[in-house]
């Protein structure tokens, strides 16, 4: 009986004494590392929504009675100076979860180093399927890494078909298209599918063509588009000069209207700083200001008080991805380590373009029937420079328009 | 094929600005000048700056521009440059490092997206079925009007007279009495004030960033060796081939091969004859 | 005589408190910048060998760091071959590629050479994108596997060659081999009049700069992980130029002390954020004016000349 009694009262103490550090660390601030190309606009925005994100998170008493605090390292474009950040964050500012991406090359290249360092990592920015493939093949190693947003390159590409398949082709009768698209990985993945499925569904794909990330002058690459008899031209591009493309096209009335995936353009200024150039572009956004989900609009008008700008579409990733982690890591009662992981797996949060769930990959799911997922909105460039969703027609919110020199 | 025709000849008159710029101030004073792109990205930039954000008319904002830059350019050759002048080396070093200083200034000042530089022409033309912007023939147009106005102006007039004797041989000028030092300065002047009107007048149509000086220089280097290092002939021609090899390659082949044409043009020609077409012998 | 010992004693403390360093700041991160600033002293050494000894500025040597990183990153990933594979087989190819390279161009004068070598580096970066498919392009190639999977063995093994590869070249540099290299600096004319085989020295340190460099590639790759065309960029070139300037051209050991001030000097830079390329610009351009015979070396023969009067005045 005392000895029951010893082991007892040893059993407490030796809980009282593992509860007094866990209390103590109670007051120490969650770090949230952001790794992100703070000299883009897409780095601008990753940070600033994840700051408003924090300070939601915070304002509710914050995550496990601590409170959210957010370090940034610039990873640019250049895989090196991406690793490095990495190695930053987690060696030196030790934080307890990585936010960020927006280059598939530099995340590419982080991936071991972030495994190494078996830090959780929730993707906002980067579009190749390649990220998420070794979560499956080496779940052990790679189980850190998700993706909250984009969809994929490959999910993109379908979305892409579809526009390309219901509305070039179904609306405006365009059969005859051309591909351009910048020479970067994602577009690499990307092409091939939506040549095979833009063919699948009827288009007559009259060129396809993928140029040098650092071009400058388009009209060679314009004059080809013309002279294959393309009368629509789909482009899939995201470092590239978009602001460029958009300019000689319209200097040149070049005679296709154009559309597609286009980062650049789904800047808020993009129009404007191009003086008006891109209006009749179409391009893809994850999400607008309209009702999509309940948190949409809110998240929008609070974005634009708070920044005055409209944000691009690694913002909306950012914002969800601290609140998948903040309630998810409440589910958990751990910051890190496996028990958050298997929470993170079974997240299904509404976020701004959609509902939010993982697959086995740890990549966000689509939109499909019965999942209402994040898809794509085309919305194209009006004069004076405002946007209106024209596909899918579900979402439309005013009839196409096509550029002023081309006849319908 | 009217296409490959106007557009290689818009592309070469770009080129063509900034080379003979270039090898004007390699031929006087033998310096190889690396921050000759940041007088381009200047020129680009102070149009901006006067024509949208001061809102003055383009025309004098585009004068302001080039006024300014060509200041900028005496005042880093006569501070930076000139005290460098005995070892190659230390000059290449020093002109790179102050392109790299104008680029991270322009970034900070302005941001890394991409500026708008209002076009002088709107309007598009279409000639015999090729459409073209408007900008982009006025580019041509000064540009061949520019340079022929250079060529003449170093034929026919005593400075240029003093231009080409320099060339030749600086010691022999300096003992004829030729001011040297102070002709540098003008040489550095007009060759900034040529790189930035080829900013101001292609800002429009290409990409005005902060690092928009370095492919420019890299095709300004190659046409330069090519056609000769302080040949204004050897420039001009260099560069029409180089803008027409450039713009072949892009259509008839892929669009991915046309930034490794300027490079490779370069390597040949220095392993081949270093002294280009025209260049009457190797410069060191 | 003298100066031997004083340098013996210099370099046995320089290496004594690169290698306590780690100990007693136990962090990672900073493990991780010595072992870069180590392998960029391995590329600054290999730099100084051939162009500061010689004179002929090579403003292309990111070529040989590239082709010996890409050696390593297709070994290792497409042929599946261990990774100390990668070293031996890194430097062969970096000095094949000197030598079809060297062979047509060393016999261009100065600043023609400096922008031929800039030439190559350049057109093997747009290739490496160019062949994308072959070589993945912007993204390069991931997954390599780490050459010491600890990281202190990594920095120790890193140390150990910088520090081997630079007391070879130093000696080689003080050998009759490299009087002759310092020869062709001064007057390459008289040189060949004498009837030395100039072409055959200015090759040979060429590919011995290359092999070293190449094999600093293969040593990057297994490090970073991954390779990628920023390898072969003019920046890299330029920035190994930068280190060896400060270090003090044709000393061979300042650039060691160059390459480890610089990349320090970066990360404390990093704390500026935007204004860091700025001010790492501006720094290069008061360098370049007010020391041009650079800082290390020169500091280190003053503190070897007062030691050596010291001692000399007290007999």
New interface residues.
């Given amino acids: 009986m005392s000895q029951r009694f010893a082991l007892a009262a040893l059993a407490a103490a030796l809980s009282l004494g593992a509860a007094a550090p866990l209390a103590f660390a109670q007051g120490k601030p969650i770090r949230i590392g952001v790794t992100t190309p ?2 883009l606009q897409v780095g601008r925005d990753t940070q600033d929504s994840v700051k408003m994100a924090i300070d939601e998170v915070n304002a509710k008493g914050g995550v496990l009675g601590r409170k959210l605090e957010m370090v940034v390292v ?1 990873e640019t474009e ?3 100076v991406g ?2 950040a990495i ?2 964050l987690t ?2 500012e030790k934080v307890d979860v990585l936010v960020g991406g927006y280059t ?2 530099v995340t ?2 982080q ?3 972030i495994s190494n360092a078996k830090t959780i990592y929730l993707g906002v920015g980067a579009a ?1 399927p390649s990220i998420t493939q070794k979560v499956k093949a080496d779940y052990a190693n790679y189980k850190y890494i998700f993706r909250v947003g984009p969809i994929h390159a490959g999910y993109q590409a379908r979305e892409l078909s579809g526009f390309i398949s219901s509305f070039v082709k179904g609306e405006l009768g365009i059969s005859k298209i051309a591909i351009v698209g910048e ?3 994602w577009v ?1 993945d990307l092409v091939p599918i939506l040549k095979k499925s833009a063919t699948e569904g009827g288009a007559d794909v009259r060129m396809t063509e993928l140029f ?2 650092q071009m400058s002058d388009f009209s060679p690459l314009l004059a080809k588009v013309k002279d294959s008899g393309a009368q629509y031209m789909i482009v899939v591009l995201s470092h590239a000069s978009s602001d460029v493309f958009a300019k000689q096209w319209h200097d040149a009335r070049f005679p296709m209207a154009y559309g597609g995936i286009d980062v650049k353009g789904m800047d808020g200024d993009f129009c404007d700083r191009i003086g008006g150039k891109s209006v009749g572009e179409i391009s893809a956004n994850f999400a607008v200001r309209a009702p999509i989900t309940p948190k949409t609009i809110p998240f929008f008008d609070e974005f634009k008080k708070r920044t005055g700008r409209s944000p691009v579409y690694t913002a909306f990733g950012a914002y969800d991805a601290i609140h998948i982690y903040a309630e998810a890591a409440a589910r958990a009662k751990s910051v890190e380590g496996d028990a958050l992981i298997k929470e993170l797996e079974k997240t299904s949060y509404v976020g701004i373009p959609g509902t939010i769930q993982f697959d086995e990959m740890h990549d966000v799911k689509p939109a499909a029937p019965g999942h209402k997922g994040p898809a794509f909105l085309m919305a194209q460039w009006r004069d004076k420079c405002t946007r209106e969703v024209i596909y899918p027609k579900a979402l439309r919110t005013a009839e196409y328009a096509p550029p002023a020199w081309i006849k319908k | 094929m009217l296409e490959i025709l106007i557009y290689g000849a818009v592309s070469s008159a770009v080129y063509a600005l900034l080379a003979v710029g270039f090898t004007l101030i390699f031929g006087v004073a033998r310096i ?1 000048n690396l921050a000759h792109g940041s007088f381009y990205a200047l020129g680009a930039y102070g149009a901006y700056l006067f024509a949208v954000v001061m809102k003055l008319p383009l025309a004098l904002a585009a004068a302001c521009s080039i006024a300014l830059v060509a200041v900028f350019g005496v005042f880093m050759e006569r501070v ?1 440059v000139r ?2 002048r005995k ?4 000059v ?3 002109t ?3 392109s ?2 104008v680029e ?2 322009l ?2 000042t302005f941001g890394s997206e991409y500026r708008n530089v209002p076009a002088f022409v709107d309007a598009k033309f279409s000639i015999g079925g090729v459409d073209v912007a408007g900008q982009r023939l006025l580019t041509l147009a000064s540009g061949v009007v520019l340079i022929g106005a250079l060529w003449l102006f170093i034929q026919r007039s005593r400075l240029g007279s003093a231009i080409l004797a320099i060339s030749q041989d600086p010691d022999a000028a300096r003992y004829m009495g030729i001011p040297t030092d102070r002709i540098f300065t003008v040489v550095m002047a007009m060759s900034a004030a040529l790189a930035a009107t080829a900013g101001i007048l292609a800002g429009p149509f290409l990409s005005v960033q902060p690092g928009m000086g370095l492919l420019p220089i ?1 095709k300004a ?1 190659a046409i330069v ?1 090519v056609g000769g290092l302080g040949s204004i002939p050897g420039s001009i021609l260099a560069a029409l081939m180089l803008g027409y090899a450039e713009t072949l390659v892009g259509y008839l082949f892929s669009t ?2 046309t ?2 044409v300027s ?2 043009a ?2 040949l020609m ?2 081949v004859r ?1 002294a280009g077409i025209f260049g009457k012998r ?1 410069a ?1 | 005589m003298f100066d031997r010992r004083i340098d013996l004693a210099g370099a046995a403390l320089f290496v004594a408190v690169m290698a306590l360093l780690p100990l007693m700041f136990s ?4 493990i ?1 910048v010595l072992t870069v600033s180590v392998i960029y002293g391995l590329w600054s050494v290999s730099w100084d060998f051939m162009s500061g000894l010689t004179g002929r ?1 090579n ?1 292309g040597h990111s070529l040989f760091i590239g082709v010996g990183a890409y050696t390593a990153g297709f070994l290792n990933t497409a042929w599946g071959l261990p990774a100390w594979w990668s070293l031996p087989a890194a430097m062969i190819v970096a000095a094949v590629f000197a030598l079809a390279v060297g062979i ?2 060393l016999r ?5 050479f ?3 070598m800039l ?2 580096a ?2 093997m970066q ?2 490496m ?2 062949f ?1 498919e072959q070589t ?5 190639i ?2 390599i596997e780490p050459l010491i999977r600890s990281q202190l063995g990594f920095y120790y093994f890193a140390l150990a060659v910088l520090v081997a590869v630079t007391a070879t070249l130093v000696a080689i540099a003080r050998s009759p081999w490299g009087l002759i290299l310092r020869a062709i600096r001064g007057d390459e004319a008289t040189c060949q009049a004498a009837g030395l085989n100039v072409t055959f020295y200015k090759i040979a340190s060429l590919v011995i700069s290359a092999a070293v460099a190449g094999a600093g590639g293969a040593m990057y790759a297994h490090y ?3 390779v ?1 065309p ?2 072969f960029a003019v920046v890299m070139s ?1 920035t190994i ?2 280190m060896v ?1 400060v270090g003090g051209m044709a000393s061979i050991y300042g650039p060691v002390g160059g390459a480890i001030l610089l990349v320090l000097l970066t990360e404390l830079l ?1 704390s500026f ?3 860091r ?2 001010i ?3 720094t ?2 008061l360098i ?2 007010f020391l ?1 015979e650079g800082f290390i070396a020169p500091v280190w023969r003053w503190i070897r000349a007062r030691l050596g009067a010291r001692d000399g005045a007290s007999r």
């Fill in positions: 703070i000299q610039d250049n895989p090196e690793i490095n190695k930053k060696a030196e598939s090359g590419l290249a991936l071991p180093h190749s020479n970067a990985k690499q040098d990330t | 190889l930076l005290p460098m070892s190659q080396l230390a290449l070093m020093i790179l490092a102050v790299l200083v991270q200034a970034f900070l890299v280097f060796v991915s091969w930034e490794i490079v490779l370069t390597l220095l392993i270093p190797a060191f | 962090n990672n991160y900073l991780g500025e403003f047509p161009t261009l004068k100065g600043p023609y400096a922008l031929a030439s190559t350049v057109i747009r290739l994108l160019i994308w993945g392009g912007e993204e390069g991931n997954g970073q992980l991954q990628s920023q390898v330029i130029i930068t300037y990093r954020g935007e204004w390329l700025m790492y610009s501006c290069l351009i370049l004016f041009p």
